[in-house]
């Protein structure tokens, strides 16, 4: 059975960090494009971060490019969403996904039609 489940959400303060992990099962993901997206209250779900197949580039929305990195670790079938520097506008339910695009990692890797595989997603929460 293909899945994916994210872990590491929780309520971290503003400035502060988080590590999100994506594990995988049912494949190995390291076929497989991977992107995180994230998706607030209210809003649009967003992709954020990818990590292409091809040679692992990675490509990063404006909104989080230098404080968030994408990684994986083929050896545990696990994908990474490193999170530094969180801001106000940082909360939200944080969605990993793998897709079968082989290409490397320009901005339509962060569609949602790139991806076949979703996980249930991880909550990050703020504090104020």
């Known amino acids: 059975q293909v899945q994916l489940v994210e872990s590491g959400g929780g309520l971290v303060q503003p400035g502060g960090s988080l590590r999100l992990s994506c594990a995988a099962s049912g494949f190995t993901l390291d076929y497989y494009a991977i992107g995180w997206f994230r998706q607030a209250p209210g809003k649009e779900r967003e992709g954020i971060a990818c990590m292409s197949s091809k040679d692992d580039s990675t490509y990063y929305a404006d909104s989080v490019k230098g404080r968030f990195t994408i990684s994986r670790d083929n050896a545990e079938n696990t994908v990474y969403l490193q999170i530094n520097t969180l801001k106000p506008e940082d909360p939200a339910v944080y969605f990993c996904?793998?897709?079968?695009?082989?290409?490397?990692?320009?901005?339509?890797?962060?569609?949602?039609?790139?991806?076949?595989?979703w996980g249930q997603g991880t909550q990050v929460t703020v504090s104020s």
């Open positions: 996904a793998a897709g079968a695009s082989w290409d490397v990692a320009t901005p339509h890797l962060l569609q949602e039609y790139e991806y076949d595989y």
